[in-house]
């Protein structure tokens, strides 16, 4: 346990979890049970991820990748009348922080003598305090151009997705508060939570679409999109009420209701340019917001799962369009993209091998959960190696549809090194299971 006590007042300083600055942390709530680290968030000059971490008898303090090493003991507290010492680290810090972004974090002890007592009849040992520097992660650049389609899509009710089935769902005004409690540094708050809770409902379909059905190997400006396959997948969606005859499930792409497919292509043919648009800046905001969002640890969360594909109605042979590496991204345009998943397998996805992905992926912490959502693979992620941290990847399940379910989802453009391919059988389902470890974060954030 740990809590901030000495730093610079005139800075505008807010933890991730909403409460006080003092606040001893780790606190006990949804994100904390779900493996994310209590981030500072410094007005204006960037990031601050502190994760503790137990290394046998040493406790230490993950810093932004810099490790308060604490000596054993250090901060703890011994009471004589228990019959047996019990000790329990609770260390309370001291954080300077200059106008580059850089900043100390140290330890404060309470005494300067060797050893005293609070009078009842607890002993505290003191040792040297250590202390650490490092740099504050930067906020991540949002462009008021995009918010301000952002917001023109909210007007027309295309963002968020209207009437979420069931129990689920959250109102603006939910949304709004916590859009405060996380992105309290800026002045587009709403908006980013907005694009992070949009992806965890029935948009979430547009999204993927419009992004792994680009033709990335094309350099156009946006890139070219397979238009047809498109048509096709959102005719062909039966999931839940998501399907061309619901209302809001085509109102996510601009569209009204439809009962062929040749209505879809009609519909998709004079909405396809700003779909395309709403979906790249949706993409951008979203990038920004899930950098903004704290760290998950590895210690509490050491492995992550994904069930693949996306969609019952891509199948297989639209796994392999959903990375860069794959050769059909460079056209032509026209030429479906999809490759028989054995062929992408064969030439992409060996030990060794790297895969990039074009668009957002959500993951789970449990295999369990992911097998529920799989149509064939199951993705296991490692982290690299030396890492407290998960990079690029973080937990959004406070701002989703369905606080039930544990829900972390990497950005686009992430790297993996293939590990391991195995075809197994797992509760009487025939899975691809794909062994990937995160590659060293290129970006910082």
């Known amino acids: 346990m740990w809590r901030l006590v000495d730093w610079d007042t005139q800075l505008p300083l807010w933890f991730s979890d909403g409460q006080p600055i003092d606040t001893q942390r780790p606190i006990s709530d949804l994100g904390t049970r779900g493996g994310l680290s209590p981030r500072l968030i410094v007005d204006n000059l960037g990031f601050l991820d502190l994760t503790e971490v137990h290394l046998g008898t040493t406790t230490a303090l993950d810093a932004n990748g810099s490790m308060l090493r604490l000596i054993p003991g250090l901060g703890s507290s011994c009471h004589p009348d ?70 023109s899509m909210m007007e027309k009710k295309h963002v968020p997705y209207q009437n979420v089935p069931g129990p689920y769902g959250k109102s603006i005004e939910e949304i709004e508060v916590l859009s405060k409690m996380f992105f309290p540094f800026s002045n587009y708050n709403l908006e980013l939570a907005v694009c992070v809770y949009d992806w965890t409902t029935g948009s979430f379909a547009r999204n993927v679409f419009f992004k792994i059905f680009e033709y990335t190997g094309i350099p ?8 047809p396959s498109i048509a096709e997948q959102i005719y062909t969606s039966n999931w839940g009420t998501y399907t061309p005859e619901d209302k809001d499930y085509m109102s996510s792409f601009m569209m009204k209701p439809a009962e062929s497919l040749s209505d879809v292509q009609k519909q ?115 982290p690299p190696p030396g890492s407290w941290v998960w990079d690029r990847v973080t937990l959004i399940t ?38 990937l470890q995160l590659a060293h974060n290129r970006s910082g954030a």
């Open 220 to 227: 156009e400006t946006p890139f070219p999109l397979d238009l």
């Open 82 to 151: 228990d019959g047996y010492y019990s000790t329990e680290t609770r260390l309370e810090l001291s954080l300077q922080i200059e106008e580059d972004g850089g900043f100390t974090l140290s330890v404060i002890q309470p005494e300067d003598n060797e050893s005293a007592s609070d009078g009842e009849g607890y002993i505290y040992i003191h040792t040297p305090s250590p202390s650490v520097s490092g740099k504050l992660r930067p906020i991540p650049a949002i462009l008021q151009d995009d918010i301000s389609f952002i917001k």
């Open 398 to 435: 406070p701002l989703s549809a369905n606080e039930a379910v544990m829900e972390y989802t990497f950005l686009p453009g992430t790297q993996f090194n293939v590990q391991s391919v195995d075809c197994t059988k797992i509760k009487n389902k025939e899975v691809v299971v794909i062994t």
């Open 268 to 382: 998709l043919a004079n909405v396809s340019t700003k779909l395309h648009k709403l979906s790249t800046i949706e993409n951008r905001v979203m990038s920004a917001a899930v950098q903004a969002l704290p760290r998950t640890s590895i210690v509490s969360t050491p492995r992550l799962y994904s069930g693949q594909v996306d969609m019952r109605q891509l199948g297989l042979d639209h796994f392999g369009i959903e990375f860069l590496e794959c050769h059909l991204n460079q056209g032509p345009v026209g030429d479906p993209l999809k490759i028989p998943f054995a062929r992408f397998m064969e030439s992409y996805v060996t030990s060794g091998k790297t895969l990039t992905t074009k668009a957002f992926w959500s993951s789970t912490n449990t295999m369990d959960l992911a097998l529920k959502f799989s149509n064939g693979i199951l993705l296991i992620f490692n």
